[in-house]
């Protein structure tokens, strides 16, 4: 494998996990978004999927990002009966974003992207140190 591939295999990863990193952030943004009106649904948790896939010119695999899921679990409901979207037992419904969950999901995320980047840094290196050779 050479220099172009290694770097195009780490930059498949960097992109991968800045869209999950981004699905995650829009997770924790509407963690408390409730509806407007009773029977109003609230935002339901996103999940991204991932993908590998043969690359040819790169003779890996690389990683794609896949359709994005819904997380089909429960909403969460609270006892607010003065809210405006109250249901007739005054009960509101929350989405089904766990903080704690999305904030360790964030985090490996960012380990990954360190990690892919850990990778380019280390390839331009030795990339450098290959030419240095060279003129020398």
């Given at each position: 494998m050479d220099f172009n591939s290694s770097l195009r295999i780490a930059a498949t990863g960097l992109h991968a996990q800045t869209a999950r990193m981004r699905i995650i952030a829009e997770n924790l943004a509407n963690a408390d978004s409730a509806g407007k009106a009773p029977g109003?649904?609230?935002?339901?948790?996103?999940?991204p999927t991932f993908e590998t896939s043969?690359?040819?010119d790169v003779g890996g695999k690389v990683v794609d990002v896949g359709k994005v899921a819904y997380d089909m679990s429960d909403f969460t409901s609270?006892?607010?009966?003065?809210?405006?979207?109250?249901?007739a037992r005054g009960y509101v419904q929350y989405p089904n974003v766990n903080t704690l969950i999305e904030t360790m999901d964030m985090r490996e995320a960012q380990r990954t992207y360190?990690?892919?980047?850990?990778?380019?840094t280390v390839t331009r290196?030795?990339?450098g140190r290959t030419l240095d050779i060279l003129r020398g």
């Open positions: 109003d649904e609230p935002y339901r948790r996103r999940i043969f690359d040819p609270r006892y607010e009966p003065g809210h405006p979207a109250a249901d360190e990690a892919n980047l850990n990778v380019v290196q030795m990339l």
